[in-house]
């Protein structure tokens, strides 16, 4: 699953930058503010990271392409009766690779809004979640996302909304697990 959808980004990668009017690279980073959603958490967010690089591919008139690969941190805590049931402690923490493949319609040439979805694959977890013998979350995650990106010179200063499509349990309970986030942050186009 992961080689076949890293091949489906390179392979994109490759054919827009081979169609492209412009192609940018940068570099970004900023805060995430996170939040998992089902009876097992919190209904409050908590703050992590992400970090990664961008390009951007001119498509012609108002549209380019802005794919990225970005490391992203989640944090949350558990509901009280979640580590009763499933003997986990109450703090995750759950690191995800992410590719975002974004589609701007850029409205001036200092404003883009944004949508897209986002591929997410788990890298690291939180090793109290292995208490049970069993992993608690899915290996991946499909997310939609749409945003706002304001552009000044080389930097980028950007704001989205992220949220998840899929279940992201991995546990086999009737509680289906989704994810939201916004990102909040900056980059520079190298």
């Known amino acids: 699953m992961k080689t076949k959808l890293i091949s489906l980004v390179f392979m994109l990668f490759i054919f827009s930058v081979s169609f492209s009017q412009g192609l940018t690279f940068g570099?970004?980073?900023?805060?995430?503010?996170?939040?998992?959603?089902?009876?097992?958490?919190?209904?409050?967010?908590?703050?992590?990271?992400?970090?990664?690089?961008?390009?951007?591919?001119?498509?012609?008139?108002?549209?380019s392409l802005q794919p990225e690969v970005l490391l992203n941190q989640v944090n949350t805590d558990t509901?009280?009766?979640?580590?009763?049931?499933?003997?986990?402690?109450?703090?995750i923490q759950l690191k995800y690779l992410s590719i975002p493949i974004l589609l701007n319609y850029n409205l001036s040439n200092l404003l883009a809004l944004q949508v897209g979805p986002q591929f997410g694959i788990l890298m690291d977890k939180n090793k109290n979640l292995?208490?049970?013998?069993?992993d608690a979350f899915k290996n991946g995650d499909f997310s939609m996302l749409g945003g706002v990106q304001l552009k000044l010179l080389k930097f980028r200063v950007y704001g989205r909304y992220v949220v998840g499509l899929n279940d992201i349990s991995n546990i086999g309970n009737s509680d289906k697990w989704k994810s939201q986030s916004i990102q909040l942050g900056v980059g520079i186009a190298l």
Not at 27 to 34: R, V
């Open 27 to 63: 570099i970004k980073g900023g805060t995430s503010i996170n939040k998992l959603a089902g009876k097992s958490f919190k209904e409050e967010f908590s703050f992590g990271y992400h970090v990664g690089v961008f390009a951007t591919l001119g498509m012609g008139g108002k549209l």
């Open 130 to 134: 292995l208490q049970n013998g069993g």
């Open 79 to 91: 509901a009280s009766n979640f580590s009763s049931v499933y003997h986990f402690k109450n703090n």
